[in-house]
């Protein structure tokens, strides 16, 4: 029997039907909020793998075409592989519920999200993550929710929540924040410069306006949850516990502080096998729960070094950031590139300029989108010393890609730049926070192709060690600080303010005092990385790469584009035949003229301008005679457009015959003397008399 649950979300009715739908799933809801209906499923398998020790979760977020009334675009015309928002819309799913199923819980498990039907207005990716708490919630799956998601927008400096799609393009503040009703678990978002304090207030808007769809959640899982199945943690052996402390205590202590990423690996991991090889005599069999053991101290010493002595791994304190390095200009043949350096992660990144013929056209539930600058960024095995069979970008890349994108964006021209641009970050190394090392090598990047931005954008990843009421802030986290604590935290942004932010969370939440605390310690961190960034490029370059197509902006009346265009494209055609350039001509009457060849460009632009030239009064021309007749001649004088010299302007004297002065085929010089309100043109002869062009 299906049963209905609503209530006021951001001042629009949420509605949640459970029963109808999806039945065989360990759980599942439709929710519809506006015309936007979501269903959500979950699935988990009945035994967990004998070898688990992680959580083996998958989330799918789908956009089905028929949900906006469309048939898909392509050969096939069905729905293929997951597009790069349905990508980022899993993980702003996957992300706040990863961090809340309990140890021991090693079952793989599935949510599916699938959108039915969308509106244009309500957004469906926060529908599917509330339907995703409530369906883990209501299945017998132990999940330590419920949580709920928001998008927080500013107009003005008024903060609104769950703006609708005009308001999301008119906001300074485009911000997803997630959690629960007493903290907050993931960040996702950009804004135009805004300051840290007004992104804590946005933040404890965002956590307040969570309140009312966290209790009806809540209310929905009294009336309809299932009993949770009991998942046990492992069990620790104290007798094994104490001998692995007592063999490799002191050891894995100075292991750990080796400041070297590659020998500190090296020597841990040399550590683990002689620590497992030593035991193996007094606990047979046993390997499997040494390293368990092992890893767990190592975790917990690495913590307590933190917290206690404020000493990481490489010997920095909680605010030091890694020494940085800055180069621009690497590489002759591209248009832009940059060497980011910071520690032991370095990100070389490339930036090409294109034409219109370039951008990216993409096909979404809310039509063709076109999008002119796009920043890709690649994690290839060699940048952490691992050997891996080599494929296309997953989750991870693309929603590294999508943050650096998102946070350099900002500082691009808006409008009179006619590139299309597209970014490249290939890592090099990683040791942490290469995400925000494409940040700030795209930007040194985009500069030394020339392209003017406004100014830099750095990036930095924030680290938190919690432990009881003890908390420390890591600033520029290591790969070992991002592993082994309990919060991710990456801001981006310039001089002027937060560009963009992501944040993940892997303990149950945080507070908004460790939240601002993080946000400040982060701008301290990126106004110094800003100031080593300006010491390779300050500003862009005033010439682009020789190598980069010149585009010329010429503009023509509209109802001249069908002569630049002619019959069947046959002018257009020619032109790029004739001179190798690329044409791109809108509707206003822009054409975008762009070639390497500086002359072949400026043939193409005379080219144009004769097509579409007009006449204009007092101007010489120098004619053709295309037609006599009794009462003067009609003289072409340029390609389409003709005037005529009557009999009385052809000569000072009285002209008794037009044949006696001009004959057809004739190049004769004359002047407009007056164009009348039909367009036609009146030409003399006579007063062109002794003049020259």
Known sequence: MAMFFETDFAGRTLRVEIGKMARQAHGSCTLKYGDTVVLVTVCRNDSASATADFLPLTVNYMEMTY?????????????????????????????????????????????????????????????????????????????????????????????????????????????VVAGSDESIIMV?????????????????????????????????????????????????????????????????????????????????????????????????????????????????????????????????????IRNITCEVGLLPRTHGSALFT?????????????????????????????????????????????????????????????????????????????????????????NGSSSMATVCGASLSLMDAGVPTTSHVAGIAMGLIKEGDETVVLSDILGDEDHLGDM????????????????????????????????????????????????????????????????????????????VIGPGGKNIKGIILETGVKIDIDDTGKVNIASTDGVAAQKAIDIVKRLTQEAEINKLYMGKVKKIVDFGAFVEIFPGTEGLVHISQLAEERVKSVRDILKEGDEVLVKVIEIDKDGKIRLSRKDALGQSL
């Open 67 to 175: 949900a906006a009334g469309k048939i898909p675009g392509g050969f096939f015309k069905r729905e293929g592989r997951p597009s790069e928002k349905e990508v980022l819309g899993s993980r702003l799913i996957d992300r706040p519920l990863r961090p809340l199923f309990p140890e021991g819980y090693y079952n793989e498990t599935q949510v599916i999200a699938t959108v039915l039907s969308v509106d244009q207005e309500h957004d469906p990716e926060l529908v599917a993550t509330l339907g995703a708490s409530i369906a883990l919630g209501i299945s017998d799956i132990p999940f330590n929710g419920p949580i709920a998601s928001v998008r927080i927008g500013s107009i003005g400096g008024q903060l609104i929540c769950n703006p609708s799609l005009k308001q999301q393009k008119e906001s300074e503040l485009d911000l």
């Open 188 to 320: 996702e978002g950009g804004s135009r410069f805004v300051s840290e304090e007004f992104l804590v207030d946005a933040l404890s808007f965002a956590q307040e306006s969570l309140k009312g769809v966290i209790e009806l959640q809540k209310r929905i899982i009294s009336e309809v949850g299932q009993p949770k199945m009991t998942v046990t943690p492992p069990e620790i052996d104290s007798a094994l516990e104490a001998r692995v402390k007592e063999v490799v205590t002191d050891k894995l202590r100075a292991a750990l502080t080796v400041p070297v990423k590659r020998e500190r690996y090296s020597g841990l991991s040399k550590l683990k096998k002689e620590l497992v090889e030593s035991l193996s005599t007094e606990f047979p069999d046993r390997g499997d729960e040494v390293e368990a053991i092992y890893g767990d101290l190592k975790y917990k010493m690495m913590r307590e070094m933190i917290i206690r002595e404020k000493k990481r791994v490489d010997g920095r304190g909680p605010k030091d």
């Open 342 to 430: 910071r520690g032991e992660t370095q990100a070389m990144v490339v930036t090409t300029l294109g034409t219109s013929e370039d951008e990216q056209k993409i096909d979404a539930l809310s039509g063709w989108e076109y999008k002119t600058f796009m920043l890709h960024y690649n994690f290839p095995p060699f940048s952490v010393g691992e050997v891996k069979i080599l494929r296309g970008p997953g989750r991870r890349e693309i929603g590294h890609g999508a943050l650096a994108e998102r946070a350099v964006s900002k500082v691009l021209p808006s409008e009179g730049f006619p590139y299309t641009v597209r970014v490249v970050s290939d890592v090099l190394e990683s």
């Open 488 to 563: 991710d935290f990456k801001v981006a942004g310039t001089t002027e303010g937060v560009t963009a932010l992501q944040m993940d969370i892997k303990i149950g939440g945080v507070n908004a005092a460790i939240l601002k605390e993080a946000l400040y310690q982060a701008k301290e961190g990126r106004l110094h990385i800003l100031e080593i960034m300006k010491t390779a490029i300050q500003t862009p370059r005033t010439e682009l790469s020789a190598y980069a197509p010149r585009i010329t902006t010429i503009y023509v009346k509209p109802e001249k584009i069908k002569d």
